[in-house]
């Protein structure tokens, strides 16, 4: 087993819909909002942590196969699978302590940095800041009692509609089976993204998000097969 390629993959992540990764509670203050965004404790701007798009992207690969990927995980475990092929644990990784086949299978062939705001969508978010918080907006909510009672309002904070950000992740290549799974399953999974969706809301209508190449224009990408929404470069290290 040998590092023969890296496949670097960079994209723009257009918001469609308002979208909200959000902040550990732990980490608020008195007078805060219910429920703010994560920041960039340096800078203050939203992000989207790697960690959090990585770990949908497993998600969504995970139920989209099935099985035991659903059947056997455990609570706040994914399932470890005892091959060394299978795809989801190849690509995405396990704990060193829940994998038994962590020498067949090698190092987690994903890599997923976090996602900073492009410069000129930050600019464009920067004319929010009289509407809402930083380069966000808030969103006012009311909880209805089923039962009777007051309404109980609540404020969310999201990224807008029309935000971007830039994505890079980086792909391991140590076996031709690698090359395989790239296409049959990291690209599925990223489809699979723009179908459902990112961060928490869902199904309230956020997080809708869409890839875009950051070379090309972007109003020309709209309905375009996502392969050619993506900057793919591949660089050899066999030598």
């Given at each position: 087993?040998?590092?023969?390629?890296?496949?670097r993959?960079q994209?723009?992540?257009l918001?469609?819909?308002?979208l909200?990764?959000?902040?550990s509670?732990?980490?608020?203050a008195i007078?805060?909002l219910?429920?703010?965004?994560?920041?960039?404790?340096?800078?203050?701007?939203?992000y989207?942590?790697?960690?959090?798009?990585?770990?949908?992207?497993?998600y969504?690969?995970?139920?989209?196969?099935?099985?035991?990927?659903i059947?056997?995980?455990?609570e706040?475990?994914?399932?470890a699978?005892?091959?060394?092929k299978?795809?989801?644990?190849?690509?995405?990784?396990l704990?060193?302590?829940?994998?038994?086949k962590?020498?067949e299978r090698?190092?987690?062939?994903?890599?997923v940095?976090d996602?900073?705001?492009a410069p000129?969508?930050?600019?464009e978010?920067?004319?929010?800041?009289?509407?809402?918080?930083?380069l966000?907006e808030?969103?006012?909510?009311?909880?209805?009692?089923?039962?009777?009672?007051?309404?109980?309002?609540?404020?969310?904070?999201?990224?807008?509609?029309?935000?971007?950000?830039?994505?890079?992740?980086v792909?391991r290549?140590?076996?031709d089976l690698d090359e395989?799974?790239?296409r049959e399953?990291?690209?599925?999974?990223?489809?699979?993204?723009?179908l459902?969706?990112?961060?928490?809301?869902?199904?309230?209508?956020y997080?809708q998000?869409?890839f875009l190449?950051?070379e090309?224009?972007?109003?020309?990408q709209?309905?375009?097969?996502l392969?050619?929404r993506?900057?793919i470069?591949?660089?050899?290290?066999?030598?």
């Amino acid at each position: 087993m040998q590092l023969r390629k890296i496949i670097r993959i960079q994209a723009l992540l257009l918001a469609k819909t308002g979208l909200r990764i959000g902040m550990s509670r732990d980490q608020m203050a008195i007078g805060d909002l219910d429920n703010p965004v994560i920041r960039n404790p340096l800078t203050d701007e939203p992000y989207i942590p790697g960690s959090s798009l990585k770990g949908k992207l497993r998600y969504l690969l995970e139920w989209s196969l099935g099985g035991d990927y659903i059947l056997k995980a455990k609570e706040k475990h994914v399932y470890a699978s005892p091959d060394p092929k299978d795809p989801v644990a190849r690509i995405f990784g396990l704990a060193p302590e829940n994998d038994p086949k962590a020498r067949e299978r090698g190092p987690t062939r994903l890599l997923v940095r976090d996602a900073y705001l492009a410069p000129d969508s930050k600019e464009e978010l920067e004319r929010t800041v009289a509407r809402g918080g930083y380069l966000t907006e808030i969103k006012q909510e009311v909880f209805i009692p089923r039962l009777g009672g007051n309404a109980n309002p609540r404020t969310t904070e999201r990224v807008p509609a029309g935000a971007r950000f830039r994505v890079e992740m980086v792909y391991r290549v140590l076996e031709d089976l690698d090359e395989t799974y790239f296409r049959e399953y990291v690209l599925r999974a990223l489809e699979l993204l723009e179908l459902d969706g990112l961060g928490g809301h869902i199904s309230r209508g956020y997080g809708q998000v869409y890839f875009l190449h950051p070379e090309k224009p972007l109003e020309a990408q709209e309905g375009l097969p996502l392969e050619e929404r993506l900057l793919i470069q591949e660089r050899s290290l066999a030598g």
